[in-house]
């Protein structure tokens, strides 16, 4: 380290232009891992609030797992995972699916169990079978609340995948510990700004999403 | 009253568990094909869970169900309920689905074509009179009144023969109740569906209903009749009490003016000569002449009007309070009091029909 290269510009441009390449990959992969996690865990989610829904006593137990599995620090599941399955990415998608359990599942929960009594009532009057008004009321009407916990759970997860760079992956996470690691502004903050740039985008996707899947709900009550 | 039965409750009783008396006990129910029957009571009587047992949504603990002739506990619960229409006090409209969608949902459910739903949407919005602006729109975006007729069109949109109702004017302000009220009264007249309406309100159901059933606590039914042999002849203690007071009055409410007495009053044609008008006044002992052109009603003119020259060249003033043949006898009575003539005046679209006195009405009270 010398003072030369501290008092550097914070970026070095020539940097990114030269290393564009590594930075669509890591891109590509902070993408996947965070898509893989959240779809894996919106699936397992899905599976257990039916389960919940069903079995009213399994939702304290289901939320007692996934909230124990929410405190556990990443670093530290991921270590215990690595003589289970390894360095890898199984590792990281396991223990980021892990993380997004407990709020996919609230809110799942929450979401349906907001469905006014009088609806349910309506359409059990119409003549839905249990299943269908469960796919064609039900969840619809949950959706604003649950795409909101998919929101919080998709921005926690890009901020957890830059935590995976200890494995050696890592997306964007790999360029801040490397820049850490050899005081290299540029690299840091790369990996910093396009962290919360695909948080962003993440988030005003779901904004989006909602809206055009709910337009009933744009104007809240 | 009709003599098939569209509805057949026989000794039906419903007990919930972890309450010690049945909420409905061995009750039997028929409602004829075309009729409409209120269920009436206190809070407690069973009277909704009598309704919802109709179309399963409560299932009875004992007794049968019959549905033209069907025995609704051997169908399945949701074929059943598509062929019965279904309308609750919170409304209960999907909100994620449009007004259109909403009222297409039993159609939807039985797989009718697109074309036919669209056609059958359009005719609903005129029948329960909403406007066909409202179909893009979403539930939210409706006030009380408004969407409780697209709960109304929802309930009838595949055109089944029964129609439940659970305190379906119950929500709104008592002025949109009153409209909807009539407006339900004349749409039940011309569509002729066999209906079973829940309510606790007493003028409510003697209102809307050919025939009312008044259940006690517990679910056993104290009268069913029509509500001017109930308001005549109350069976209880009970019932004469739920009724409440002005029972006479109320009956007249149900009367109307057609089935009464009218008296021809001191009428004659403007053709007629002034001293034949003065013989008439005389005779009626009034200070006062009515003017006709053949059948239509042109006017009153005051008796110190009349000099030699004919009838014609007076000018008639009209009468300030008009009854028709089908308005009910409570509201003549209210003319009667409330006029200077102390009678009241009936015409249909113009045409003179008689007048009704106070003494005419009274005798309908009495019998």
């Known amino acids: 380290m010398t003072w030369a290269q501290q008092s550097a510009p914070l970026v070095d441009w020539d940097w990114v232009a030269r290393n564009w390449g590594q930075i669509v990959d890591r891109t590509w992969e902070h993408l996947t891992l965070t898509a893989v996690s959240v779809g894996l865990g919106l699936v397992i989610s899905l599976a257990l609030s039916i389960l919940a829904l069903r079995w009213r006593w399994a939702y304290g137990p289901i939320t007692w797992v996934t909230g124990l599995m929410y405190t556990i620090p990443s670093l530290a599941l991921f270590a215990v995972l690595v003589p289970i399955v390894g360095l890898n990415a199984t590792n990281a998608v396991i223990a980021l699916t892990s993380y997004t359990l407990l709020i996919i599942i609230r809110n799942l929960v929450a979401g349906i169990d907001g469905v006014s009594e009088s609806v349910l009532e309506a359409a059990d009057g119409m003549g839905y079978t249990r299943r269908a008004r469960f796919w064609r009321m039900e969840v619809p009407l949950a959706l604003p609340v649950i795409i909101a916990g998919l929101r919080i759970a998709t921005v926690t997860t890009v901020g957890l995948v830059t935590v995976t760079a200890v494995l050696g992956l890592g997306g964007y996470g790999y360029f801040i510990l490397r820049g850490l690691n050899t005081f290299f502004w540029t690299q840091i903050l790369v990996g910093v700004v396009l962290s919360v740039v695909l948080a962003t985008l993440f988030d005003i996707g779901f904004v989006w999403l909602q809206r055009f899947l709910s337009p009933w709900a744009r104007r809240a009550r | ?367």
Request: aromatic fraction near 6%.
């Open chain 2, 1 to 367: 009253m009709p003599s098939e039965s569209m509805i057949r409750l026989a000794d039906v009783s419903k007990s919930f568990p972890g309450s010690v008396r049945p909420a409905v006990t061995n009750l039997s129910l028929e409602v004829g094909r075309g009729e409409f029957v209120t269920l009436v009571g206190p809070s407690g009587c069973g009277k909704t869970t009598t309704l919802k047992m109709i179309n399963r949504i409560i299932e009875p603990t004992s007794g049968q169900i019959l549905i033209d002739g069907q025995d609704a506990l051997a169908t399945p619960a949701h074929e059943l309920r598509r062929s019965i229409g279904y309308v609750i006090q919170q409304i209960g409209l999907f909100p994620h689905r449009t007004i259109a969608q909403n009222i297409a949902t039993v159609p939807m459910l039985l797989g009718w074509e697109q074309a036919r739903i669209d056609e059958r949407v359009e005719e609903l919005v005129e029948i329960v009179g909403l406007e066909r602006e409202m179909l893009t729109r979403y539930p939210a975006a409706l006030s009380g009144g408004q969407q409780q007729r697209v709960g109304v069109a929802r309930a009838l949109a595949a055109d089944p023969p029964v129609l439940l109702m659970d305190e379906p004017f119950g929500a709104v302000d008592p002025i949109v109740r009153k409209r909807l009220q009539h407006e339900f009264h004349d749409l039940q007249e011309r569509l002729g569906k066999t209906v079973v309406f829940v309510t606790h309100d007493v003028d409510e159901a003697i209102f809307l209903g050919n025939r009312m059933a008044i259940l006690n606590v517990g679910g056993i039914l104290e009268q069913y009749d029509t509500p001017t042999t109930i308001l005549a002849n109350p069976a209880n203690d009970f019932v004469e009490s739920f009724l409440g007071g002005e029972r006479g009055l109320k009956r007249l409410g149900l009367l109307p003016v057609s089935g009464a007495e009218l008296s021809w009053g001191p009428f004659v044609d403007v053709s007629s000569s002034p001293d034949e008008g003065r013989r008439v006044m005389e005779e009626h002992g009034v200070e006062w002449l009515g003017l006709l052109d053949g059948e239509r009603l042109l006017g009153w003119v005051d008796g110190g009007a009349l000099g030699t020259s004919g009838l014609e060249v007076l000018e008639p003033r009209p009468f300030l309070v008009t009854l028709s043949s089908d308005s009910s006898l409570r509201a003549a009575l209210d003319a009667v009091v409330t006029g200077h003539a102390r009678v009241a005046v009936v015409v249909d679209d113009g045409i003179y029909r008689g007048m009704l006195d106070l003494e005419a009405i009274s005798e309908e009270i009495t019998e």
